[in-house]
């Protein structure tokens, strides 16, 4: 009896938790997603020299000129390389952060994928750890929740990208988070943050709020890496 314990045992120690890749495709949705995907994107990988099992990833978003990039390397080493542009599909409300629930606004700030859904109403879809703790600070009691990065073509606050573009971007999310990437970062912006395109909007009522991303901005614009993001205690952000 102990020799059948023991070997009950060995046999029990040996079985190995299922990795992250394998929990998704478990899922129709991303099953399909892999099958039209993974080949062209391990192709686009190398190509930049980036080993797939190495993948770390970052998304930048724009509001004005709707595009979404697609920012990768290899974990930890030298500066990101853009990948891939995807054209925003649809969007919603004005230049300006999200401030409260329904007010139809897409929110800009420094952000991180908390969420990946499988079986989502808009295909597949990347969820942000919105409201951050600027927008605590700075939103109202009820700054709203539930902003993604999903396909089709309609939004109210989220950035839609179409069921074909969503499938790339969620399979290159799974393969960074399956390497062991536990915070990928997405940083949206109203628009290219120079100071020339600051001036311009200098009378906003944002205009403040706008500053306190350009530092951010500005670092990954100039060094390809991210910079550490902080919020003081009047919901501003700051680098170090």
Request: overall charge negative; some cysteine.
């Amino acid at each position: 009896m102990l020799a059948v314990i023991l070997l009950l045992s060995t046999c029990c120690a040996q079985v190995e938790e299922p990795s992250f890749r394998d929990q998704q495709l478990l899922y129709p949705r991303v099953r399909a997603a892999y099958a039209a995907t993974w080949e062209p994107l391990q192709a686009l990988l190398r190509s930049h020299h980036i080993e797939p099992s190495r993948l770390e990833l970052f998304f930048r978003a724009f509001k004005i000129g709707q595009r979404l990039e697609v920012w990768g390397r290899n974990a930890g080493e030298g500066p990101y390389q853009l990948l891939r542009t995807y054209s925003i599909a649809g969007t919603s409300g004005t230049l300006g952060p999200k401030r409260a629930q329904g007010d139809g606004q897409v929110p800009e700030g420094f952000y991180e994928l908390d969420r990946f859904n499988p079986r989502s109403l808009y295909y597949l879809s990347l969820g942000l750890n919105y409201p951050n703790a600027s927008d605590r600070l700075l939103g109202s009691a009820h700054p709203g929740q539930d902003i993604f990065i999903h396909g089709s073509d309609v939004t109210i606050g989220c950035v839609p990208i179409t069921d074909a573009l969503i499938q790339e971007a969620y399979v290159l999310a799974v393969e960074a988070h399956n390497a062991g990437q536990q915070h990928i970062q997405v940083h949206i912006f109203p628009f290219s943050l120079t100071e020339e395109n600051l001036f311009t909007r200098q009378h906003s009522r944002h205009y403040d709020f706008w500053k306190s991303l350009q530092p951010g901005y500005e670092y990954f614009t100039r060094h390809h890496t991210l910079p550490e993001v902080l919020v003081d205690s009047v919901g501003s952000y700051a680098i170090r």
